[in-house]
Nanobody, 116 residues
């Protein structure tokens, strides 16, 4: 069974640090580009960051550029999102997304809140 399991959410203060992880199974992880997508309360889906199959190419939304870092470890079938200088507007459910050709898999999502 294909699974993408996010972890690392919770409550963090503004300006704080948090790392999200997404552990994949049931497919050839190293063939897939990975991305993080989020949905803030009352808002639509927002693409956050992406990384290609090898980890050599990364991209970020303007809203998180310079604060978030995406990485992957293909040996562990895991993609990470390291987040610094967190802001209240970063509060959201974060989804892990895998894509290769027409294959398209989503995680369950993980919620964290940035608040004093």
């Amino acid at each position: 069974e294909v699974q993408l399991v996010e972890s690392g959410g919770g409550l963090v203060q503004p300006g704080g640090f948090l790392r999200l992880s997404c552990a994949a199974s049931g497919f050839t992880f190293s063939s897939y580009a990975m991305s993080w997508v989020r949905q803030a309360p009352g808002k639509g889906l927002e693409w956050v960051s992406a990384i290609n199959f090898s980890g050599g190419s990364k991209s970020y939304a303007d809203s998180v550029k310079g604060r978030f870092t995406i990485s992957r470890d293909n040996a562990k079938n895991t993609v990470y999102l390291q987040m610094h200088s967190l802001k209240p507007e970063d509060t959201a459910v974060y989804y892990c997304h895998a894509i290769y050709s027409f294959h398209n898999y989503w995680g369950q999502g993980i919620q964290f809140t940035v608040s004093s």
